[in-house]
């Protein structure tokens, strides 16, 4: 199984700013998911961007995958305090459905 | 209430104790995992089970012990708690749909202090 790597791992904005996190990977997968973590809370999936997809909308959040640099990012547009979290990449490991996780990108968002 | 939950939600144990983690979905996905979180290394996969009696090791199985008797229960026991399992362990879940990506779904976690 690989390990995403999430970059930067800490980002510090203002509201109404974009955020931008990225994400790299080693070999070939057949889709990469974003999960959030509020600080206490559980693990809440956002988004799964399938391999032959390049870019993905949900709400204020948009995904590209570029598989041949072997990366992802995570924009989130006009960011809200609420939005201050931690953001996780994950890869399948193979048909099993388990998950590997990165180790994530703390955003603060300042009202 | 629907979803996937953990119970308890704090404990501390004693070195050396034995300490039962719970975890219930009420989906009946097929796909049930355990994770411990640990600032510096993320999320850590411990054991997971693709269905009723069937597990397996994950990345970080030592000094743990899982079982899966019903679809909806993935018990995690921490046979001889020592201070290095000190964390925070999340429960999963994953409906496992044939030829379909899916996404994962966590509980609220189990902070665990061993003193």
């Known amino acids: 199984s690989q390990q995403g790597e999430e970059d930067p791992q800490a980002l510090s904005i203002q509201e109404g700013e974009n955020a931008t996190m990225n994400c790299s990977y080693k070999t070939s997968i057949n889709n990469l998911q974003w999960y959030r973590q509020n600080s206490g809370r559980g693990l809440v999936h956002l988004i799964l961007i399938r391999s032959n997809e390049r870019e993905k909308h949900s709400g204020r959040l948009r995904v590209t995958l570029d598989t041949s640099k072997k990366s992802s990012s995570l924009l989130i547009t006009a960011s809200r305090a609420a939005d201050t979290a931690s953001y996780f990449c994950?890869?399948?490991?193979?048909?099993?459905?388990?998950?590997?996780f990165g180790k994530g990108t703390l955003l603060t968002v300042n009202p | 209430d629907a979803g996937i939950t953990q119970s308890p939600r704090y404990k501390i144990t004693e070195t050396g104790r034995q300490v039962t983690l719970m975890c219930h979905q009420t989906?009946?996905?097929?796909?049930m995992f355990w994770y411990r979180q640990d600032l510096g290394h993320g999320l850590r996969l411990i054991y997971y089970s693709a269905a009723a009696d069937i597990t397996d090791k994950g990345e970080v199985p030592d000094g743990y012990v899982v079982s899966r008797s019903k679809t909806e229960n993935f018990p995690l026991t921490l046979e001889s708690a020592t201070r290095s399992q000190t964390s925070v362990y999340f429960c999963a879940s994953n409906p496992s749909i044939r030829g379909m990506n899916t996404e994962a779904f966590f509980g609220q976690g189990t902070r665990l202090t061993v003193v």
């Open positions: 994950a890869l399948p490991d193979g048909s099993n459905y388990k998950l590997t």
């Open positions: 989906w009946s996905h097929s796909y």
